[in-house]
């Protein structure tokens, strides 16, 4: 076999690969009896019919372009290899001389890997500012518990609204003396101070009684959803039906025992101290790998192709696609309620696509640098962690990865993890 | 009879491929035509020598669609076997 290379603008690369007529031949022998298995020729039975009929039925050429299938994939792996090439793109092949009896010629025109230039990795340093655990912090906590424990109390006979308070309401709005329509509700419960009403209307209402009824001015703000409500002034006839107010418990032991399993307001604060400081340190933990790797990162050149990153791109939004799925939603209907549309949607997603696409090749030129191997055992150990994850047996994990033809991406995958390891494991203390 | 209303078509199938190696060649032929003729036949269209010819009345299988009995044609086959040597191109395609 022989190749030649040549380089094209915008890192994409040309091969000419000839193939020996030898190998051509053999490939249209084999493609004949392939072709055999799959079509149906009348007087013969399936794969039976021999070479020459198989020709006559089909057309030569057909036979023919199953052979160049079924060679030039091979033919273009090995010239990679041996020109020691990575391309990242599907290659377009381009056929100069396809002949029985002659030399194949073709070409294939990819995107080449780029080249990573690396900068420091090795001994980073990385500073990361962990969450401080004091006593502010535990009472803030506290209170979002006292919150969730809290009791609603019917406020007494002849109670004004105040501030907080849980009240219901019915309420009709008018614009302009008319009613309009979603203008109006019955027992509509309503947070005075949750500002979940337009501004103004909530403050209004204070000093309220039950079964009075109040007239509400107010303005619907600029920004108003509706077009035919924004900025137009609106009288809002509101009668509150019933006062609830919040009770939160106190804070003793007792509040202890009835919110937690313990049975003291100490333990209780000291338990929530342990958790916090925990989540602090993991969370630092893991600001401190992203930081690491994102410095390793931006310290390599990479001169990533735009190919690359639209792939990633391409990879990303059909994850979210996915996702939703699951979650019952088209990604269109998504993109309607969301208000984007997928080019905006791809815009947002090509900043963390490049930097992602970056982060992956300079690991792997680390990898490569370092001379950090994927074993067979850490393979295995991936496989038994996701086997673990969806509960089923390595063997079967394994052999569905290896159906769907992904045994290379995961490899790739373990290489990652293991060279990010490997850059956070030698950050400077 | 002239040949050409005599040969009908070749039958092209998987055992009449394998008895191309023998030197024999299957052709559906005219009902009325005999041995002699069919090797005449053969000889001046293909240009060879023909070293003996066998011939079957093959009958028409009985097809029912529901309730109608129907029957395929009825045709005459004939094996041909060529003189040593010699070959039809035809069949070689």
Redesign the interface.
């Known amino acids: 076999m022989e190749v030649s290379v040549k380089d094209l603008e915008n890192q994409q690369v040309e091969l000419n690969i000839t193939v020996p007529a030898a190998e051509l031949d053999k490939a249209y022998d084999a493609a004949a009896k392939k072709l055999a298995n799959r079509v149906n020729i009348p ?3 399936k794969g ?3 070479k ?2 198989v ?2 039925h089909v057309g030569k050429e057909y036979v023919m372009t199953d052979a160049f299938e079924m060679v030039a994939p091979k033919a273009l792996n090995e010239a990679l290899a041996q020109e020691n090439i990575d391309i990242v793109t599907r290659p377009e092949l381009d056929v100069d001389t396809l002949e029985l009896g002659k030399d194949l010629v073709f070409k294939a025109v990819a995107t080449k890997k780029p080249e990573v230039e690396l900068g420091e990795y090795k001994g980073l340093k990385v500073e990361v500012e962990k969450d401080v655990v004091d006593d502010e912090v535990i009472q803030q906590q506290l209170v979002r518990m006292l919150d969730r424990q809290a009791d609603m109390v019917e406020a007494e006979e002849g109670a004004a609204v105040e501030k907080d308070n849980f009240i219901t309401l019915d309420f009709k709005g008018f614009v302009d003396g008319e009613a309009f329509a979603g203008g109006e509700g019955k027992d509509y419960p309503l947070q005075i101070g949750s500002n979940s009403f337009i501004p103004g209307f909530e403050d209004q209402l204070i000093g309220a009684k039950v079964g009075e009824e109040k007239e509400v001015n107010v303005t619907f703000p600029e920004e108003y959803h509706s077009e035919e409500l924004k900025g137009k002034p609106a009288v809002f006839k509101c009668t509150v039906k019933s006062i609830k107010k919040k009770v939160l418990p106190e804070l003793n032991d007792d509040f202890a025992k009835k919110a937690s399993t313990f049975q003291t307001l100490d333990e209780l604060k000291a338990d929530l101290k342990s958790n916090l400081e925990k989540s602090a340190e993991t969370k630092a933990e893991s600001e401190k790998r992203e930081k690491a790797i994102n410095m390793a990162a931006d310290n390599a050149k990479v001169d990533i192709p735009e190919v690359m990153i639209e792939n990633r791109v391409n990879a990303m939004v059909q994850e979210m696609a996915l996702r939703l799925e699951q979650q019952g939603l088209k990604l269109e209907q998504y993109m309607a309620y969301a208000g984007t549309d997928i080019n905006k949607l791809r815009e947002n997603y090509k900043e963390t696509a490049a930097s992602n696409v970056k982060v992956d090749l300079v690991l792997e030129a680390i990898a490569k640098a370092e001379g950090i191997k994927v074993e067979a055992e850490d393979l295995d150990n991936e496989v038994a962690t996701m086997a673990a994850a969806y509960g089923a047996t390595a063997k079967q994990v394994k052999k569905i990865i290896a159906e769907q033809g992904r045994l290379g991406d995961l490899a790739a995958t373990v290489l990652r993890r293991k060279t990010a390891n490997f850059v956070i494991d030698s950050i400077a203390q | 009879m002239e040949a050409r209303d005599i040969i009908i078509r070749p039958l092209i199938t998987e055992k009449s491929t394998t008895l191309m190696a023998e030197g024999k060649y299957v052709f559906e032929v005219a009902k009325a035509a005999n041995k002699i003729e069919i090797a005449k036949a053969v000889s001046t269209i293909f240009n060879v020598k023909v070293a003996g010819v066998n011939t079957i009345n093959v009958e028409g299988k009985k097809k029912r669609m529901g309730r109608f009995v129907g029957k395929r044609r009825d045709f005459k086959k004939a094996i041909v076997k060529l003189a040593a040597g010699e070959t039809i191109e035809f069949f070689e395609a």
Do not use: S, T, Y
Request: proline fraction near 10%; hydrophobic fraction near 30%; charge should be positive.
């Open positions: 007087g013969f039975r039976k019919a021999p020459k009929i020709e006559r």
